[in-house]
Each structure stands twice: as structure tokens, then as C-alpha cells.
């Protein structure tokens, strides 16, 4: 992890992985100037686009309480989390602590790729 870089956590559910993917490619270049942290599977998808990300647990397992804790910390400069409206989530008290987590922290929050974008050219 280098401090000197912002640092993006990158959180997609399984119905969002494609569009994460193909985000991420748009905007490679700017994302290989931060930091990337990920839950565990939605980094494992990203990681094929060259980019290095360091992966967290799978958010079912805890990945989306850990991003949290770091956005708590202040360790986390924005968060892009393509969630998937028609999925049903056995972890949704997670997903919502993680948005509280960002609302009380004024951490940055993208649910999409529109404001992923302006958050991202904002940012790096
Ligand atoms: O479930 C998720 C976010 O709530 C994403 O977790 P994975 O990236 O491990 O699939």
C-alpha cells in the first residue's frame, strides 16, 4: 500500500461483475495511480484486467464489513459499489452498515457507473 496514493475500495454483486469489469478497463489508467482494494471475488474479476488490487474477504464473508472498518479509519478515499437491485443479499445488514459507514464518514459512495466515473476523475 503506498500512502501517498488515494485508495479506491471496488465492490460489485455477482449481476454487476461485467459492468465492474468493463468500468474498470475504462478506466485503467487513472486506477493504476491509487491504491485498490476489493472484496474478495469482485477483485479476483478485476485483477484479469492487469490491474493490481489487493483482495479483502468475499463480501458474504465479511468483505463489505472489512471495507467499512477502513473507511471508519479513514483509510478508504471512495468507495464504488455496483450493487445489483434485483439480487437478494443473505449479507444486506453488511451492505447497509458499509453505506452508513460512508454516510457518517463522508466517504465518497458510487452505486454507478456514472458517478463512479466523476468520482474517479474527480479523485486520481
Ligand atoms: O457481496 C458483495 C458485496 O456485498 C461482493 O462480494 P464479492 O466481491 O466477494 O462477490
Redesign the pocket.
Known amino acids: 500500500m503506498d500512502t501517498t496514493k488515494r485508495t479506491i475500495a471496488l465492490?460489485?454483486?455477482?449481476g454487476k461483475k461485467a459492468d465492474m469489469v468493463g468500468f474498470v478497463k475504462d478506466h485503467l489508467e487513472h486506477l493504476r495511480r491509487a491504491n485498490i482494494i476489493?472484496?474478495?471475488?469482485?477483485g479476483s474479476y478485476v485483477r484479469q484486467t492487469g490491474l493490481e488490487v489487493e483482495l479483502k474477504l468475499?463480501?458474504?464473508m465479511g468483505?463489505?464489513a472489512q471495507i467499512a472498518a477502513l473507511a471508519a479509519e479513514g483509510k478508504v478515499d471512495a468507495i464504488i459499489f455496483f450493487r445489483d437491485p434485483l439480487g437478494k443479499?443473505a449479507?444486506e445488514p453488511d451492505?447497509q452498515m458499509l453505506m452508513r459507514i460512508a454516510d457518517l464518514y463522508n466517504v465518497p459512495l458510487a452505486t454507478n457507473p456514472g458517478t463512479g466515473t466523476l468520482i474517479i476523475e474527480g479523485l486520481i
Do not use: V
Not at 465492490?11 to 455477482?14: C, P, R, Y
Not at 476489493?38 to 469482485?42: E, V
Open positions: 465492490i460489485a454483486h455477482d476489493a472484496t474478495g471475488t469482485t468475499s463480501g458474504p468483505g463489505d443479499h449479507h451492505i
